[in-house]
């Protein structure tokens, strides 16, 4: 992966996503990291006047971008001692929606990643937090996978890493090209998880049958050990498990468990922002 895009929006969780980004270059094969902070206005603003019987001047715009890219400057500073030395840090104001600022950002400078601290990144000036409303609305719409980062989590040396599956289920669409791209040739423990919410298969062996599926044979080469759970709860399943084997990420193939379609909803987003101990990264 040789960019990540992280939106900024000068919260605690943005500026920890960003030093997680810096960090994690010292695993991956990063080359550019892109710290972006949407700044939206919409032309009634400029207009109409606020409750107070205030306009905004266009003075006052100005004045407020010019603040946040000097704000963005001197993150780009602080992260220039994180990362590993060769990564170019670049920093971008976008006067867009949130959603619009990813998406546009994604497509212009071929980003591979985007890294979103799990609260904060509203694009409202006051810079209020909704929590895991921008997660909800990024994870389902950027066309590349997204990594959501705990506010309480810090960076540590990735050693082991949970995949969330369905091991009959997943075929062609498992994106081995980015699992390549993010694990490489690291040593890295990779546990693959079923969640039994049924318990059909108490007691049987998950390498076994695992053998049965197209998975065993994508999976070969990272040499992988395979659990079956029984939990009737899939994501909180998934978040124990990872916690119990101090894993450091948690990763969600598309179109397995419903992990996706779950993790959108409001209630389920809050339960990933509030509990999770581990970054969750969702493929596409």
Request: aromatic share 6%.
């Amino acid at each position: 992966m040789k960019t990540y895009l992280v939106p900024i929006d000068f919260s605690e969780a943005a500026f920890n996503a960003a030093d997680f980004a810096a960090r994690l270059s010292h695993q991956t094969n990063v080359t550019d990291i892109i710290l972006m902070n949407a700044y939206y206005i919409s032309e009634l603003e400029t207009i109409l006047p606020d409750p107070n019987m205030l306009m905004l001047r266009e003075e006052e715009i100005e004045e407020s971008a010019a603040d946040r890219i000097a704000q963005l400057e001197k993150l780009k500073s602080k992260l220039k001692k994180q990362v590993r030395e060769g990564v170019k840090i670049h920093v971008k104001l976008n006067r867009s929606h949130l959603l619009r600022a990813v998406i546009d950002t994604v497509t212009a400078n071929n980003v591979d990643m985007v890294m979103l601290g799990s609260i904060g990144n509203s694009t409202v000036r006051e810079n209020s937090i909704a929590i895991g409303s921008h997660v909800i609305k990024v994870s389902k719409a950027s066309p590349v996978p997204v990594m959501v980062i705990p506010p309480g989590y810090r960076y540590h040396k990735i050693d082991e890493v949970v995949i969330a599956c369905d091991f009959k289920e997943v075929k062609e669409n498992i994106p081995m090209d980015v699992l390549h791209k993010l694990l490489g040739n690291q040593l890295i423990k990779l546990l693959v998880v079923n969640i039994d919410t049924e318990g059909k298969h108490a007691g049987a062996d998950a390498k076994q049958l695992a053998e049965e599926t197209e998975l065993y044979s994508m999976l070969k080469a990272f040499n992988p050990k395979y659990f079956y759970l029984n939990n009737p709860d899939i994501i909180t399943g998934i978040l124990d498990f990872a916690t119990e084997h101090k894993a450091q990420m948690v990763i969600a193939l598309p179109h397995t468990y419903g992990f996706l379609q779950s993790i959108m909803h409001s209630s389920i987003s809050q339960q990933l922002a509030k509990n999770s101990t581990v970054p969750v990264l969702l493929l596409k």
